[in-house]
């Protein structure tokens, strides 16, 4: 059986994980984005004002992996609004 590492959000649109691959996966986005943060301080002083613009790709880049790894190993999105009608 296929097991699903994030499960659709019941109010909107998105997942939540709901196993502990999907809070690994999302453990490993935040410190991605902290060690982005700490290299965008690191050299905002010498990228001449590029460093946001990079930073921000950055950011899209792994937001986009975020958003593909939770689509293949989670349910089908959608909007939602509370229970489904049966």
């Known amino acids: 059986m296929n097991k699903l590492w994030f499960r ?3 109010y909107g649109y998105g997942w939540y994980p709901s196993s ?8 490993a986005y935040i410190a991605l984005l902290f060690c982005g943060l700490l290299m ?7 990228a001449n004002g590029r460093a946001g613009f990079f930073f ?27 229970k489904p009608k049966k």
């Open 8 to 10: 659709a959000k019941r």
């Open 20 to 27: 502990w691959e999907g809070w690994l996966v999302l453990l």
């Open 40 to 46: 965008l301080v690191s050299v905002a002083n010498d």
């Open 56 to 82: 921000a790709g950055y950011v899209v880049l792994i937001t986009a992996a975020l958003t593909v790894v939770a689509a293949k190993k989670g349910e089908k999105p959608g909007w939602r609004w509370g």
